[in-house]
């Protein structure tokens, strides 16, 4: 990483209170990886150094703002893609046990191959569909928490998200703008599948000011067995 990529990341940190100086060897390595895995095939859309920098680590690392992520351990990162949030996530807080989740194979080699790169034992990556293990006995109920980025809108993710948390599990879902019509939408969707908005942070992103909102909604009861519905039915069918 540049000594400019390296001021980006830590000025970043900063604004979220975090010291990121321990752990910048990591992220210059999972920058390179992520450049070189870039080059052989399509993981993300950013190419940059400060684009990767600020709207990968930084933007991930917003996920720890209000502490919804302190204190517990079975976080899934629903839709990690390329590994986002899990990756600088797991790097920077060692005691989260991270399963990033994602459909497409070859983005959980790439998060495997990078995690046993990084040395971060605390990642084990599932290759799914977020609606079968949903009903997968060994994943559905078991996380303390679901985190969740540009994956889909808010109705869609509580249906994907709330089966997988136990009872009073968190989904952390971190969004850009959201209007009212997704949010009421998310709003009767959640109680539908067992749970409740509890937060609606906005924030911006560190350095670049883009606006960012911070979702947190709770599971306060089961979820209904027939949720989530078939693959893809959640999506083309959102409950509101
Ligand atoms: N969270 C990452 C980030 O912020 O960079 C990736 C976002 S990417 C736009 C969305 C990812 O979610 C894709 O990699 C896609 O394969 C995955 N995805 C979408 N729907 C899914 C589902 N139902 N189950 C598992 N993965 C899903």
């Known amino acids: 990483m540049t000594p400019e990529g390296q001021d980006l990341l830590l000025r970043g940190g900063d604004a979220l209170g975090l010291d990121l100086t321990p752990h910048l060897p990591a992220f210059a390595e999972l920058l390179r990886l992520l450049l070189e895995g870039s080059a052989r095939t399509n993981l993300t859309a950013l190419k940059e150094e400060p684009d990767i920098v600020l709207k990968h680590f930084v ?21 990690t893609g390329a590994g986002f949030p899990a990756l600088p996530l797991a790097i920077v807080q060692p005691d989260l046990q991270l399963v990033p989740v994602d459909s497409t194979r070859k983005k959980i080699e790439f998060v495997s191959a990078t995690a046993a790169a990084l040395g971060l034992n605390n990642v084990n990556p599932v290759v799914g569909r977020a609606e079968e293990l949903g009903q997968d006995p060994q994943h559905r109920q078991r996380y ?25 599990g968190l989904l952390v879902a971190q969004k850009g703008p959201i209007s009212s019509e997704e949010l009421n939408a998310g709003r009767r969707a959640s109680g539908e599948v067992g749970g409740k908005v509890q937060v609606v942070d906005p924030f911006t992103l560190p350095i670049l000011g883009d606006a960012r909102t911070l979702i947190v909604i709770e599971k306060l009861k089961p979820t209904p067995a027939k949720y989530p519905r078939r693959p893809g039915v959640p999506n083309q069918q959102p409950l509101f």
């Open 144 to 168: 303390d928490r679901v985190v969740v980025r540009a994956v889909a809108a808010l109705p869609i993710l509580a249906e994907l998200a709330l089966p997988l948390l136990r009872e009073h």
């Open 59 to 79: 933007d991930s690392l917003t996920c720890l703002q209000g502490g919804y992520l302190h204190g517990v351990q079975r976080v899934v990162d629903l839709g």
